[in-house]
């Protein structure tokens, strides 16, 4: 229940920040082990397409998919592995995805960050990464239709998709239909090697929460406790039949778009500012600070997670790849519809 | 008693909505206002809360359509020209299309594309789009051309588990008329012979097969027999039916009201040619619109697309090969 209610419990219970923290540094401590290990198979030739980090990104990440409910709906961006460990998505759908193995939910179909399973809640994102945000207005509509009121649905997207017309249509749609909609923007600094001033023109990402007629907040994306707490506000007012909330979280890419990528384009400044704080080594010191956790637990969970990634990851690459004589190749399920039926 | 081509998509609405509660209809003006067309009149007022106008946002309905469906519904989105859905093509191909392939989950949708010329129309009013997408994997693509077919077919189309991008013809909207709704249809993915005929097989779909049948009953007077093949949906496409047709005749002329390039009539020779030159006595022919955009005045329009004219010059030289 903490974790649902962290909108409202937040100040008054003084267990709940502290317990609330610590399990959230954890899925980032998980999640930077996790990217670290596919960053390492990438450079070692093992995994097949790029390889997408959320270094600095995970107070953010971690803030949505602990806050989300079971029976909620997340479609997270390329850099979510911490929202998507909280959320419930196991390591080894991670790892299956990334090394193709046929046992993982995309089975060699589709790879990396390309992962999901609907019917958990979890969608399963396309490339272009705006157009997820209508079909999570979408569910949220058959929600309605029966008669559920109680769920919420995150979207999260960068600031580069923030330009796409799919997430102008949604928002809009999402307001329109007063949907519990949370619509989560990472501004990072960077969509791939574009920096926001030739992405966008307004002051702040928040500004256009105001156009839409929704509500809108932003948030320091460097600070775990800020993260918590603003995501926690909008989800809960989101669930509370208040419509669609937007959350800009400011941060900055700590890595390249993707493993291929040096990202030597980035402005220094923006490394030695504020906003180029690593958020895991944020929460550490807070951690620290409030004497939360010492040393030896920080030495233990770090262990910890190194030892279930390296479990998963060794565990996948005993698994079978994908056989194509064993794929059917139909695009439809109504099999008798796929053109070729016939003559199979 | 006689019931329009667009009578019939709306009672085949209105019997989706009232036997399968999953059903909605979602797309722009379709609430009380009763659609562009009025296909969705009524419907409303008769089933309320479930026949919901959308903003202008192509993309965000067929998206909210795609998660809606996810959740367990069946979404019948209208656009409000077939010209206007490429706003919400990526939805369309490569969210809905690719959704059953890559999770395992189906996504059925039904798009309502109001397809092909009418009079004035003109470039953004008037296209025909079933070739751009069938070509992708993961959709099924149907193109009734009579009362019968539009209304069993948008019934089917609802109950199918994938994605259809249904392709309504607007020109028949209130120039075709049948005495009843039909109580049995073909399955969808049988093409349908629509006259038969000894001398040459023409193959078309949509609005075309009118045309087709037209120029059949004209050079019967002269002792031509012209077989007269209805795809209905071009995706899948019949080829068995085609190429009997092809075993009989000898010859064969594709018409299409869509432009030429990878269209649904260069399929077809396609297919033909390899899997059955040996039944041609000539070689096959295809009759397509122009490759302009759709042309505004009634002049240039009846030049841009096949007409029975145009359709019967070709029949008859390829006749004399």
Known sequence: MLRTELGRTFHKDASAPQEQFLRAFRWMLLARVLDEKFANLYRGGKIFGGVFLGRGQEALSVSVGMTLRKGDIFAPLIRDAAGRLAFGETILDAVRTYLGSVLGPMRGRDGNVHRGKPKEGMLAMISHLGAMISVVNGALMARRFKGISDTVGAACVGEGASSTGSWHEALNQAAVEKLPLVLVVANNQYAYSTPTERQFACESLMDRAVGYGVEGRAVDGTDLTACLETMGEAIHRAREGNGPQLVVGKLLRLCGHGEHDVADYVDPRLKHSAIGRDCLEVAQEQAFDHKWIDDKTLEEWRADAVRRVEEAVAKVQREAAPDPYREDWYALSSKHLNEGHSTL | MSITYLEAIREAQARALSEDPRVFIYGQDVGSFGGAFKATKNLAQEFPGRVIDAPISEDAIVGAAIGAALEGMRPILE???????????????????????????????????????????????????????????GLVV???????????????????????????????????????????ALPVGKARIARAGRDLTIVAYSAMVHEALAVASELSTEGTEIEVVDLRSVKPLDTDTVMASVARTGRLLCVGESWPWGGVTSEVIARVVSEGFGLLDAPPQRLNAKDTPVPYHPNLWAAHRPTAHSIAGAARNLLRQ
């Open chain 2, 79 to 137: 656009m409000q020209f077939a010209d206007f859905s490429t706003v919400g093509f990526n939805q369309i191909v490569n969210q809905a299309a690719t959704m059953f392939w890559r999770t395992r989950l189906s996504c059925p949708i039904t798009i309502r594309l109001p397809s092909g010329g009418t009079q004035g129309g003109g470039p953004f009013h008037s296209q025909s789009l079933e070739a751009i997408y069938a070509h992708y994997p």
């Open chain 2, 142 to 184: 149907m193109t009734p051309a009579t009362v019968e077919d539009v209304y069993s077919m948008l019934l089917e189309a609802v109950a199918i588990d994938d994605p259809v991008v249904f392709c309504e013809h607007k020109y028949l909207y209130y120039h075709l008329k049948a005495e009843s709704l039909p109580t049995e």
